[in-house]
């Protein structure tokens, strides 16, 4: 196929999904090992695939899609089962009063590495080709469980040979019912229910500036990008598109971030509305902390089962231990 024709093609969104299925590394075969507070568990009954700007990840303790989307079976986006059952967690709202122990998102059990979550990584660097970034090895990210990440700007990253620790702090933000009574200028913040979202149940300051991205984007563009909030009769942006889909997404960070009408007046925008993207009055987002160190070939008994089948110069090689 030559360039000109590459220009015109049409993507329809199950073209978009299985090629990205055929070309990403499956989370069987990324994940390794999994633990969670020392115990070991399937990685295929702790992760599932998540649609973001980085092609297809793997989500750990992401509520399943119809608690994230109103409605999730007229998008178009990723159909995966859940092995735990999810609740109806909302920043503002918490944890259903009949919430099991097993139920997603799970709590952890306490501080510390023992507590938490380990997971063995495999690069796979043989079958390496087409990167996004200049180097090789993991990207993660710490987000809410009913958002969706933006991992390419982002993200944090894992060399592989290493292993990792990370101390996550939450940061916690709650609010009284007597804030309602300030102005809304004033308080600079929203509850759930004084801004409701077209495709999120939740309202949070990242999930409503997604959706207004998307909604610019789709206006200007006559598009969206495939990791967007979308209809599933929504037109897939191809190669002809991508200069307008990247200034439309340039724009609204802008717009996001600068209060004055600098943007709106630079880019003839004066007309539209703002997104208006408070953050909310409850939120809950999240602070790390990294250190690392080289993985040894000499692995001892007691942590044999990280190689898996693996020989210890390929787990030197490729993989990673992220704590």
């Not at 920043?91 to 507590?115: C, F, Q, V």
């Not at 200049?134 to 982002?154: D, Q, R, W, Y």
């Not at 967007?228 to 609204?252: F, G, L, Q």
Request: charge should be positive; hydrophobic fraction near 35%; proline fraction near 5%.
């Amino acid at each position: 196929v030559n360039d000109a024709a590459l220009e015109n093609i049409t993507i329809k969104w199950k073209t978009m999904q299985s090629f990205m299925v055929n070309v990403s590394q499956p989370c069987h075969e990324l994940l390794t090992g999994c633990y969670w507070h020392s115990e070991t568990f399937l990685c295929s009954d702790m992760f599932n695939p998540t649609l973001t700007d980085e092609g297809i990840c793997c989500s750990f303790n992401r509520v399943k899609r119809d608690f994230i989307f109103r409605n999730p079976r007229d998008l178009s986006d990723l159909n995966v089962t859940f092995p735990f059952e999810s609740v109806d967690w909302t920043p503002e709202m918490g944890y259903p009063r009949s919430t099991k122990i097993d139920n997603l998102p799970w709590r952890p059990w306490g501080a510390g590495s023992h507590l938490g979550l380990t997971v063995v990584l495999d690069a796979n660097l043989d079958e390496y080709y087409c990167s996004s970034e200049i180097s090789i090895g993991f990207k993660f990210i710490l987000h809410n469980p009913v958002e969706t990440p933006k991992m390419s700007a982002f993200g944090l990253l894992a060399k592989p040979g290493s292993e990792v620790r990370v101390v996550v702090s939450p940061k916690i933000m709650t609010a009284t019912e007597k804030l309602r009574s300030i102005p809304l200028k004033k308080r600079q913040c929203l509850f759930g229910d004084e801004k409701s979202l077209h495709f999120y149940r939740t309202y949070t300051q990242r999930n409503c500036a997604l959706e207004c991205e998307a909604n610019f984007t789709l206006d200007f563009c006559k598009c969206v990008l495939y990791f967007m909030p979308k209809d599933s009769d929504t037109r897939i942006c191809s190669r002809k598109d991508m200069e307008c889909a990247k200034s439309a997404r340039k724009v609204m960070e802008l717009r996001l971030t600068d209060a004055s009408d600098n943007v709106s007046t630079t880019f003839n925008l004066t007309n539209r509305h703002s997104c208006g993207c408070l953050p909310g009055c409850f939120a809950v987002d999240y602070t790390s902390k990294l250190t690392l160190t080289t993985l040894t070939d000499k692995v001892g008994k007691a942590k044999l089962e990280y190689l898996g089948n693996k020989p210890p110069q390929y787990f030197k090689k490729n993989m990673a231990v992220l704590h």
